[in-house]
């Protein structure tokens, strides 16, 4: 009668997520046994009945993982292929049962709710566009990617003081503002690259920074003078418009620097020859070695001058820009006047005939 009672409480259990039209998803193993990947989780703000993860309770990394839409627009949205929005406290602790690491990458999330007891987020390659924090809570994250979304303002992360690595590459940044990075004195890694950033005040930065990436922004100056970034040892310039660099300011402010990518700005010759020469007397680094091909003397473009083994973009020409706009202005010019005359002919064509 026991054995009875027991399979059909055990039945009943079973039962509960059919009865309710819970979904269940599988956590499969990863690559550690304190990790699990789920497939294609189905979850939005305010869902009833929630979905559930079976995963083994020595499990604390979980990475969720959405199928790719090779060519994808606003219709696959539309269409609710995006099966997963968001991810806010609820689906954090009652869903995936308060993971310390967490995984989101290419599922097209909208909207961040960062939970409190999170150490490691990496949210890569989203549509991130809102992340949202509470001033009067704190928080553990230690780890947090947000890399190729689209995020324009940093104001919600300035309350995350327990950061030391924040990816911030490849989103919609203009500017930086001050308070953004006030209270993070434990961030020691710090990637800005492929923004629009058009000004930075390195003033506001955190002195606590090691790497910083400015890769691919336009800017066309960076003030040394002031600061102080005592165990930086990289920072990558690579890719914006500076015409020149004062490198006695720059190793006074970051005196253990040994990594300054600065290839691919539009430096005059002369000048970036002198630049060249001052940081190799420091023993500082000016090119990404691994971009360079070891059997080829020169990888530059043809738009481009190579120094050492660094390329840099040949700049424009004073004037440059006026001869061209002015010789698209005559080519026009031309053809009107062109269109012009064939027009009067054919008319005074059919007047005389």
Partial sequence: AYSVSASFFLFCVLLIPLASGAHVYQCSPGTEPTMCIVNNLAYTSGQDPLPQVNRLDAVNRIQLRCSRYYYYTKWNSYASKDVLQVYDEVLHSKVLRNPRSATVINCHLRTLVIPQDLEMGDFFNNNVHVVETDPAQSYNVRYLDLSHNNLNDLGNLSVLVNLETLKLEGNAFV????????????????????????????????????????????????????VSFTMMSELDVERNVLTGLDVASLMRACPALHMLPIEYNPIPKNEAQRIVKELAKNNVT???????????DSSCDSDEYQIERACFSIPETKGSGSFLKAFVLI???VVLLGVFGLSARRIWYEMRY
């Fill in 175 to 226: 500017e930086i503002k001050p308070e953004t990075f006030a209270r993070l004195s434990n961030l020691s890694v710090l990637n800005l690259g492929y923004n629009h950033i058009l000004k930075i005040d390195l003033k506001v930065l955190p002195k606590t920074l090691t790497t910083l990436s400015l890769i691919k922004n336009s800017l066309t100056e960076i003030d040394f003078t002031s």
């Fill in 331 to 333: 080519l026009i010019v």
């Fill in 286 to 296: 000016y090119y990404n070695e691994g971009d360079k091909a070891s059997d080829s």
